[in-house]
């Protein structure tokens, strides 16, 4: 059978073809040489060199030996399907891939120079290990995120690669194939106009100087005011104004500008907010970088419906409907130091505990608490201690300085009360971290800009209104019922009939409903070592001419 490769200039014959069956028989075919084993058909060098090579990868030696070798990328058949996979590699960088390590340009090269059925045969094998590793980058992340970052506890969801490129061999619309590769979100695609967006940005030089001073406020003059003014314009915030003065539309401005990084809106441009305004393009790009990493982790999850979105460096928790949110509250987050830091992950939220008891985690108890009253015996009144039975023993009943960390008999809740550590309610979704919203009495950190205090759980401001909603699912009259329940003073669990799903995330540039992005802070630093992982995997802060 001859095949004209008329787009490469090349005509090259198949003397025949191996009929042979799974990874096992590509093997063969690949150590015996010429014959194969299960039929004594001589093979061509082509199909000899695709079985040679597909053998390396389990999934490529299946699916060509379930093919009869045929060629999905180098016979003229194929050519609106290697057309649109050389386009996609030639873009990959605008999603934030490594494009030179499927190196689309090298592949054309290898095209060129093919002499022989045995080259053609190795370079259908390399293509197809191109296309898993990118299907792979695009659908699922470029890194495994809690082998960068141990708190990152989620886990990609992953597809099979043998299935993955037979349903793109069978494809009648191999770029539509391709496209739905990558997340589906439209933050996914909103996300990349702005990686456009900032290109075009530090192409024509970027926001211009940083605005020095440590505080510009209504009223002041000056050259710090006008590099301020200037800055503001070059980034959407002011429009056109030759005023040398802290005017009323630099303050709005300043405000406009503070609402999008989630920094308090006072409209007076202090050491926080000038950091913010003074931040590059290529800074916020890195942001934007790690944010599309961070959205093919979660590509494949279900965002239909209900689901809860805290998102740790906004300080805040939604609940959203069908797309749209229908609660917002802020949030207190874990403290950044090792062992208090939010992890990220996925669950279901099932159930709230109206008056809980607080159970002191055992770390809590034996850094924190038995230091104290080795001092102090009465020190964290309010907590219990408890006994291997379950029963409540009195302090003074204990010589607390026999014990240390590992020998520590005791364990410590404190019961149901407004006093309570956990407030009046929580919302559980059981998980190993053991991590969980909650009501607080602690409410004065919420004024907080930064709310970075807790040992990993997330406090909520209106834990009320949050119960309301979830109660509302399933209640006539969720208030009443709720505040019946609080009444009785006593610790109540409330099943969930309907498992509500809850994403802890970490998202530093994040787009609204219409498209333009807000930035927040790194809380963690978690960003900075994603973004440096994602350039050792070959990932580019400027996208790449294609």
């Not at 005509?11 to 028989?25: C, F, I, K, P, W």
């Not at 015996?377 to 003074?396: E, M």
Request: glycine share 8%; proline share 6%; net charge neutral.
């Amino acid at each position: 059978m001859t095949v004209f490769l008329r787009s490469m200039g090349l005509a090259v014959s198949l003397t025949g073809l191996a009929m042979t069956a799974g990874a096992q028989g590509t093997a063969q075919i690949a150590a015996q040489g010429a014959m194969s084993p299960l039929t004594g058909v001589e093979l061509s060098g082509f199909t000899q060199a695709v079985a040679e090579a597909a053998s390396q990868t389990p999934a490529l030696a299946a699916f060509y030996a379930a093919r009869d070798y045929r060629p999905i990328w180098t016979s003229e058949a194929d050519a609106e399907r290697r057309a649109a996979f050389l386009r996609a590699l030639d873009v990959s960088d605008l999603q934030g891939l490594p494009k030179a390590h499927y190196a689309p340009d090298a592949l054309r090269a290898d095209f060129a120079s093919v002499q022989s059925e045995r080259q053609r045969g190795l370079l259908e094998v390399k293509l197809s290990k191109v296309f898993l590793d990118y299907a792979h980058d695009v659908s699922h992340g470029v890194l495994e995120p809690h082998k960068v970052i141990a708190d990152i506890k989620r886990e990609p969801h992953r597809s099979d690669p043998q299935a993955r490129i037979a349903g793109f061999a069978a494809s009648g619309n191999p770029a539509l194939f391709l496209r739905e590769l990558a997340p589906q979100m439209p933050q996914y695609a909103q996300l990349i106009k702005a990686r456009l967006d900032l290109e075009a940005e530090i192409a024509a030089g970027g926001w211009g100087p940083a605005v020095p001073g440590k505080k510009l406020e209504p009223g002041d003059t000056g050259e710090a005011v006008i590099a301020l003014r200037d800055r503001l314009q070059a980034m959407g915030y002011l429009g056109r104004s030759a005023s040398a003065s802290y005017d009323g539309e630099i303050q709005k401005a300043v405000q406009a500008f503070q609402a999008d990084q989630g920094l308090s809106p006072d409209g007076i441009a202090g050491a926080g907010t000038l950091t913010e305004i003074n931040r590059s393009p290529e800074e916020r790009m890195k942001s934007i970088l790690v944010a599309l990493e961070r959205l093919r982790w979660m590509n494949g999850t279900d965002f239909s419906g209900r689901y809860i979105w805290v998102n740790i460096t906004d300080f805040s928790v939604r609940v959203i409907d069908d797309g749209k949110t229908t609660f917002r509250s802020v949030t207190v987050v874990g403290q950044n130091s090792s062992d208090r830091r939010t992890p990220e992950f996925s669950d279901e939220m099932e159930m709230m505990v109206i008056n809980p008891t607080w159970n002191v985690p055992r770390s809590i108890v034996t850094k924190e608490y038995l230091p104290q009253m080795k001092r102090n015996p009465n020190a964290a009144g309010q907590l219990q201690l408890i006994d291997s039975r379950g029963r409540v023993v009195p302090r003074g009943a204990v010589n607390f300085s026999a014990y240390n960390a590992k020998n520590f008999p005791f364990a410590m809740k404190q019961p149901p009360s407004s006093r309570n550590a956990l407030g009046l309610v929580k919302f559980l979704f059981p998980n190993p971290w053991n991590i969980y919203l909650h009501d607080t009495p602690s409410k004065s950190l919420f004024q907080k800009e930064t709310r970075a205090f807790s040992h990993g759980c997330i406090r909520v401001g209106d834990p009320f209104d949050l119960a309301y909603v979830l109660l509302g699912a399933q209640s006539n009259d969720p208030q009443a019922e709720f505040k019946r329940i609080l009444n009785t003073g006593r610790e109540t669990t409330v099943p969930l009939k309907k498992h509500v799903p809850v994403h802890l995330v970490y998202y530093t540039a994040w787009p609204t409903a219409s498209g333009h992005v807000e930035y927040r802070r790194d809380v963690y630093g978690r960003d900075a070592t994603l973004f440096q992982a994602l350039e050792q995997a070959g990932v580019e802060l400027a996208a790449q001419d294609s």
